[in-house]
């Protein structure tokens, strides 16, 4: 079943049934690679089998629970029963099974529910960081960056509904800069700026044209100049990744307060006392029950239950 939403029809049928084949595959992978002890194939051969005969005891309660979990949420977001899908999928993101079609259903349900008389606060803001995560988790998904710009088409409207103005923030330059490429990017064009220096101050130093020698040294400049930039772009990558985590606004405002949970009043630096949902921020660092974020080029603390971090590609659960 994969609609974007909150529409509903016969594509998100397709794409909600999909979805539960390939996480139910995922879950039954998993269940083979734990039976397999170590150094043996989880597929395949008389010895693997023999393995998973020796361990699925201890290893089939748990996956089958998790492979039954996901099944039933899949079939109570097809019925339309929101509020049993968003409790079975919560909870297999608690038991820590991550995955991008998991993460896009549970944008499906919030997003769907928020639509009914059902609907809970937050309900847009966790839709919105479901489908985050989902394209987090596997970028490019077109329809999750559909059904992502669909829910915040509606907080933007129901904003204007309630007088309130849409608000965007763009990232901060060092970040937006950083993340034009991955940083696996950053690391393989420092390697070659570093490849290409050696090669202009070994054609600088050892040959005997007076022509390759200019070159090589021209070479070895401009490339010195890239290795240093590329660098530099490939530690602050890493430093982001290391130091902060993207999460989701889920409260319908999350009002920016000092480290003592004090409001913080309007000044030439913040521009805006709170954040809007489904907003992206990134965690700096935590205190308590407060935690301090990025907003653009904004910084505050805001409370922790308003907030909703997301996994990296890291985290999917291995098959």
Known sequence: MR??????????RWRVAL??????????????AQAAPPGVPAAGGTQAAEAKASSAAAAAPADASNRELFHSAARALGQGSFDTAIDELELLADRGFVHPDA???????YSRRAETRQVQPGDYGRAAAAFQECLRLRPGDSEAARALAAVEGQITRRRSREGREPVVVN???????????SED????????????????LGLRLWSRSPRTRFSGGVAAAVAGVALLLFGVLTFSSRHFRVTTRPAVIV?????????QGRPLPKTARI?????????????????????????GTTEGWVAVHQLQPLASAEDISAP
């Open 3 to 12: 609609l974007a939403p909150p529409h509903p029809g016969l594509l998100l």
């Open 19 to 32: 979805s539960t084949l390939l996480c139910l595959c995922c879950l039954e992978a998993g269940a083979l």
């Open 103 to 109: 993460s896009f259903d549970r944008g499906v349900a």
């Open 171 to 181: 990232a901060s330059l060092s970040r937006a800069v950083v993340n034009l490429v």
């Open 185 to 200: 990017t950053w690391a393989l064009l420092a390697a070659l700026s570093a490849l290409a220096l050696s090669v202009g």
């Open 251 to 259: 409260a319908t405002e999350a009002r920016l307060l000092d480290v």
């Open 271 to 295: 521009e805006l006392e709170a954040i809007p949902e489904g907003a992206l921020v990134w965690i700096l660092e935590r205190n308590g029950s407060l935690a301090r974020i990025e907003w």
